[in-house]
């Protein structure tokens, strides 16, 4: 579903992200792990073209990820929500649902709305919404096109409680339905329960990558936990 290739990006002579490869299967919830600079964010803004690569080849679903037809499988929920000032919440969906052909899309919107708790917030305007409340409506206008790549760049940064744990639910529903996903988080647990497979970044650099059973019996005959881990292959040398 999801090939890179070599991936390189440089701002000036400094790489953010240094000649790095991997591939996502049909299905597979990946996180992607590192501290804050770690790469996490270029990586995931240079595959959905939001940034230019450097050097490198990246391929969604067998066709290059800068084309249309690349666009139509996969969504992205950024780690700083933006939404139009002057939509209200409501009209963000009908926009979303336009630029995708979404039929039916009215009963989809209810269902994501009573999800999140944006019932009463649907005549809101955009600009009028906290970080908290613009996440949410990032994340239903990401679910309406039902694609079946998803890229989620910090997705629990702002969200309540209950927020995070439908967002939680909704990875595990979007993965029975064969999806693939890729979540990018310095925050371990917000994926350990919900990942098949983790890799880990440093420095521009991926140093783990390994399915979650694997790592975590290899931590367990360590006597280490998957957070210790962590935090010994992105320690300072």
Known sequence: MLEVIGLVK???KQNAVNDISFSLQGGEVVGLLGPNGAGKSTTMKC???LLRKTAGEIYIGGHDHLSVAAKRYFSYIPETP???DLLTVQEHMQFIAQAYAVPDWKQK???LF?????NDKKDKLGRDLSK???QKVSICCALLPDPQLLFFDEPMIGLDPKAIRNTKKIFKDLKAQGKTILVSTHLIDSVESIADRIMIMKDGNIVGNDT??????QMVEAGYSLEDLFLELTKDE
């Open 212 to 217: 979650l059973e694997n790592l975590k019996r």
């Open 109 to 111: 919107a209810e269902e």
């Open 10 to 12: 440089k701002y000036g």
């Open 47 to 49: 595959i959905v073209g």
């Open 132 to 134: 908290g409340m613009r």
């Open 82 to 84: 933006s939404v139009y």
């Open 114 to 118: 009573e999800y999140y708790d944006l």
